[in-house]
């Protein structure tokens, strides 16, 4: 105790001998910058976080402290180092700078938001416009405004150069030639015989029509080139204006079959190696099929399965509601809402059951 009391004397007794050659005024500015440090510490008495100076906290000790030279400033007892004070004043003179020098007009207005959406609507329907092209038409349009605009609408959408954007991509090549686009694809099931059996399937992109071609279990070069001729009649019956048949690589699709299919004019396009994807609506009805049938119902042979693929068929093409199709089925639309109260109230809804109740299709009673 009695060291401690000695210390304490002789560092007071250096701190007295200091404030000597020190002004009136320095010491003011010492002790209400110390008082100052007070009521932050009292402020903040008790919280576990770390000491923090508000803006106005931080605004008052730089305005106060920035007055005394750097040799005063370095040795009063503050909570923050002095470069710290001095980069605080900094940053309040450059706020008080930008206050004083704001522009007095305003920069060029915003874009109206309807230029903004025609313009990347020409865009989108055109690919291979660039923002000059873009900017001519808006002019035959009688819409003022400068090429520059269009450039700056393009880049913030994120929009590539002309030139980048004119490259056809695949989902660009399936949406484009959608009316003309056939998609097949081979699906695998056991029957409780134990026999393998493969069924052969078309889907149009458009309409998402289904046709299931057949079912066996050899899938011979015979077999399946009987089952794309059916194909080309069938679509020859019905005026479908195919152009395009997608498939896959596999093996159990012989090269005459692709002979067969373009001398009725439909190119086959084959997908990418181990990407299902570039046939994901075929895929997806592959899905549909498994979930909906397939894992539901016992196929017993290769008769019963048959008949329950002509059911779903019928199933899938006649009332099977399509999200793609905003909500109507491939062969049948979507019936207007109903608009009478009355009739919502007092609904009368049927239900008919296909392949002993695996499949349920509702109507309103007649």
């Not at 056939?182 to 015989?193: Q, V, Y």
């Not at 009987?226 to 080309?232: E, G, R, S, T, Y």
């Not at 001398?263 to 909906?292: F, H, Y």
Request: proline share 5%; glycine share 4%; aromatic share 6%.
């Amino acid at each position: 105790m009695l060291l401690r009391l000695a210390y304490l004397t002789v560092t007071n007794t250096f701190a007295a001998l200091r404030l000597l050659p020190m002004s009136d005024r320095d010491k003011d500015i010492e002790i209400l910058a110390l008082r100052h440090q007070i009521t932050v510490l009292e402020r903040q008495l008790g919280a576990d976080t770390k000491l923090r100076f508000a803006p106005e906290d931080r605004a008052f000790l730089a305005a106060l402290l920035t007055s005394l030279p750097r040799e005063v400033l370095r040795q009063l007892r503050l909570l923050i180092q002095p470069d710290t004070v001095l980069r605080w004043h900094r940053d309040l003179m450059k706020r008080r700078h930008a206050r004083t020098c704001r522009p007095k007009r305003p920069g060029r207005p915003p874009t109206v938001r309807s230029i903004r959406a025609l313009v990347l609507r020409l865009v989108r329907e055109n690919p291979s416009w660039g923002y000059r092209r873009v900017h001519g038409e808006l002019t035959t349009l009688g819409i003022k405004v400068a090429p520059s605009t269009v450039w700056e609408i393009l880049k913030q959408a994120g929009l590539d150069p002309a030139p980048e954007r004119a490259s056809t991509t695949w989902a660009d090549f399936l949406r484009s030639q959608a009316d003309a686009l056939l998609a097949c694809d081979f699906i695998e099931t056991i029957t409780l015989n134990g026999q393998r059996q493969y069924i052969l399937a078309v889907i149009e992109h458009t309409t998402r029509r289904i046709r299931v071609l057949g079912t066996t279990a050899h899938p011979s070069a015979n077999w399946v080139i009987q089952a794309i001729k059916n194909l080309v009649m069938d679509l020859n019956d019905a005026g479908c204006p195919a152009r395009y048949l997608l498939r896959d690589r596999d093996g159990k699709f012989p090269e005459l079959m692709n002979e067969i299919i373009a001398e009725a004019g439909i190119k086959t396009v084959l997908t990418g190696i181990r990407m299902p994807r570039m046939n994901s609506i075929m895929e997806r009805w592959v899905q549909s099929c498994r979930n909906d049938l397939l894992d539901r119902c016992l196929i017993w042979n290769e008769r019963h399965l048959r008949h329950a693929l002509r059911e779903y068929e019928h199933f899938y093409n006649q009332h099977r509601a399509h999200q793609a199709l905003d909500q109507a089925a491939p062969l049948r639309s979507a019936p207007d809402p109903i608009s009478d109260p009355t009739q919502i109230i007092d609904l009368d809804v049927r239900r008919r059951d296909r392949l002993g109740g695996v499949l349920h299709e509702y109507s309103h009673a007649a």
